[in-house]
């Protein structure tokens, strides 16, 4: 049986999540937020006997991305895997929808394949391993950063921003060029995301802003291969390097230097 995900079913998808991804993470604080931005798009697999698998779907108005998809390892080569995408996929084309995204494992990728996913490039996954900073960081609001986003993301991702913005008050920090907003980082509690910048200058501006604030870990990235120079310049090296894949038209601009998680993009 497939449904959509209750808030009250979270604590029971906990572990399939730490069993299918190997690790654990604030997966319940994550869920939450997901459900906060999309209600309606994150289904759960569920054979009688609890939950068996999970995916999500967060829609940025034209464009859509895929997350958090996982089977519990007793439950796979069951159908599931495919079953949830096929939902993921119907909830994307019932709100019309024609540019979906999402960045793929090895392990994960034939699949997609099969949907007519196709490559578009790496997503690196980076973490820092430089000095500790210090200094002041221009504090902004999100709606000074939305237009901002908009142009470069190409889609309107306003939902989305604000729910991380609201977890983290003091912690989207902006660069400015003739009093407009140039560049943008959100400091998440173990990541830097999302990040946008017309220029490197301004990337490499606000990602160090970013790391003066303090942090439960040594911050990641989740950029884009074309962007590991500037993180790496900035003393973050690489962890692993996932499959970003696309699906249909139209492409949207999506120039971004870090993502807001792999969930949501």
């Known amino acids: ?24 993470a604030p997966y319940r604080e994550r869920l939450s937020r997901y459900l906060a931005i999309e209600p309606l798009g994150w289904f759960v697999a569920d054979d009688g006997g609890g939950p068996a698998g999970l995916v999500g779907v967060t829609v940025h108005e034209r ?21 949830l995408m096929e939902q993921a996929l119907a909830f994307i084309a019932g709100r019309g929808i024609g540019s979906v995204m999402l960045d793929a494992s090895v392990a994960g990728a034939p699949l997609y394949e099969r949907y007519g996913f196709v490559d578009r490039g790496l997503t690196h996954d980076l973490v820092y391993d430089g000095p500790e ?8 609001s999100v ?24 977890e983290g008050p003091g912690r989207l920090v902006v660069a400015r060029e003739g009093g407009d907003v140039s560049a943008y980082a959100l400091a998440q509690r173990t990541l830097i995301g999302p990040v ?47 499959r970003h894949m696309r699906r249909g ?8 230097v870090g ?7």
């Open 196 to 242: 946008v910048a017309k220029t490197r200058e301004g990337a490499e501006e606000v990602i160090s802003a970013a790391l003066t604030l303090p942090f439960d870990a040594p911050p990641h990235v989740l950029a884009p291969g074309s962007q590991t120079p500037v993180l790496e310049a900035l003393g973050f090296k690489a962890l692993r390097s996932l």
């Open 63 to 83: 464009a859509a991305y895929i997350g958090l998809m996982a089977v519990d390892p007793a439950q796979q080569r069951r159908g599931h895997g495919a079953r």
């Open 1 to 24: 049986m497939m449904r959509v995900l209750r808030r009250e079913d979270i604590d029971g998808v906990v572990p399939l999540l730490r069993a299918a991804y190997g690790r654990d």
């Open 259 to 265: 993502k807001a998680s792999l969930a949501v993009g």
């Open 143 to 166: 709606e000074d950063v939305l237009a901002l986003d908009r142009a470069s993301f190409g889609a309107d991702r306003a939902a989305t921003l604000r729910v991380f913005a609201e």
């Open 249 to 256: 038209a139209p492409e949207i601009a999506y120039q971004v």
């Open 133 to 140: 900073r210090r200094g002041p960081a221009r504090v902004a």
